[in-house]
């Protein structure tokens, strides 16, 4: 690993946090407060080239490395966790998906519409009973001629409302057999594709959650992506990488904690002095900073792996399960520095606590990244 900044990386960064401080930043607790998804900020950021940060160019995409994306999520995340989360499950899901697994022509069509965000993107695997139990899907899709028909609810969908188009994993075989399942594409104004529930969330309220649901929703064989039987394969696939999405997720509310913290704890004074200067406060700055150090490296090195083309399923594990608890827990020390401040919506840090605690469950909760690891590592 070449543990260099290159300046174009510098340049993206300062891209993305120059953003975030004029558009995002003034908005946060009014997106948060009325949970509002701000699809405007979206459609802005499209123009900017992040929306498709890994589509190639020819595509219409800023055709930029997973080291570039991280810097992006990390730095939207630093002032909300909300536009983040959607940012990253545009870019790594959806997005993602098609180009990792779409023909030619699916590419074609949609990936300039989606790296432009002309088109937002939604991605349907995870369903009311069977969240982790993804084999065991309810969600059908039977063939009919040159058509499939799906139905079936899917739950917890980012942009699962304001979604122009979303993949969706549904079965096509019976439950829990090897290869029962297959990916299809699926745009907004389909008859039989509907909105469900919108979620009313302890944290990422800027950020739509929602139901989909298929009511004999038919659409054409041409929208399948891949083989028949390889969804849900390809969605592991497409998770490996959807974890350094939830790490640098996790790493920018993880720093913009810790950044307000370290900044209150200077310039708050008790007994004549700053707060900074008792051993209590100094040390819980310390483990801060050393966690998320520590964190960035385990990204990185998946980043890396993944830029290679090296597998690296148990690294994107480790790097999503140990940030994503090192954000819980770097907020949680933020809102103990900032005492009874902490606890209201006047400082920044209950905020970053709330959102945090998404990370650790959003792509896999911690308990199945362990799962992940202790596979990898048992059987290697």
Not at 60 to 65: E, N, P, R, T, V
Not at 118 to 126: D, K, S
Not at 131 to 136: I, P, T, V
Not at 192 to 198: E, L, N, S, T
Request: charged share 25%.
């Amino acid at each position: 690993m070449n543990f260099e900044i290159s300046e174009l990386t510098q340049q993206v960064t300062q891209t993305a946090r120059d953003f975030a401080q004029q558009h995002i930043r003034p908005y946060v607790m009014d997106w948060d407060e009325s949970q509002e998804f701000p699809l405007h900020v979206f459609k802005e950021m499209g123009k900017l080239g992040l929306m498709g940060v890994m589509v190639p160019e020819a595509y219409g995409g800023a055709g930029l490395s997973y080291l570039e994306y991280v810097a992006i999520i990390q730095e939207i995340a630093k002032v909300c966790g909300s536009v983040g989360l959607s940012l990253a499950a545009h870019n790594s899901l959806c997005t993602g998906h098609i180009l990792a697994f779409g023909n030619e022509e699916q590419k074609k069509k949609y990936l300039p519409l989606l790296a432009s965000a002309e088109w937002l993107g939604a991605w349907g695997l995870t369903e009311p009973n069977t969240g982790s139990d993804a084999g065991n899907m309810k969600t059908t899709a039977r063939k009919e001629g040159d058509e499939w028909v799906l139905n079936g609810t899917k739950c917890w969908i980012t942009h699962g409302k304001s979604g122009d188009v979303a993949v969706v994993i549904a079965r096509t075989g019976e439950p829990r057999t090897k290869d029962n399942a297959t990916a299809f594409i699926v745009e907004r104004g389909t008859p039989g594709f509907a909105a469900g529930k919108k979620e009313n969330k302890l944290g990422m309220r800027a950020s739509e959650t929602a139901e989909m649901i298929f009511d004999n929703c038919r659409i054409p064989d041409a929208n399948r992506l891949g083989e028949v039987g390889g969804g849900f394969k390809q969605s592991l696939k497409v998770l490996d990488g959807g974890r350094i999405s939830i790490a640098a997720l996790s790493l920018g509310i993880a720093k913009g904690a810790y950044e307000a913290a370290l900044q209150y704890s200077k310039e708050r004074h008790q007994f004549d002095q700053p707060i900074s200067n008792f051993q209590g406060i100094s040390f819980k700055l310390a483990d801060m900073a050393t966690t998320i150090a520590a964190a960035e490296l385990l990204t990185l090195q998946a980043c890396d792996m993944k830029i290679r083309g090296v597998k690296m399923t148990k690294e994107a594990a480790m790097a999503k399960y140990y940030a994503s608890e090192v954000a819980v827990r770097v907020a949680d020390d933020a809102v103990q520095i900032f005492g009874g401040y902490g606890y209201t919506k006047d400082f920044p840090v209950e905020k970053y606590y709330r959102d945090s605690k998404l990370c650790t469950i959003g792509e896999g909760t911690s308990e199945i990244q362990k799962l992940v690891i202790s596979r990898e590592v048992l059987h290697p």
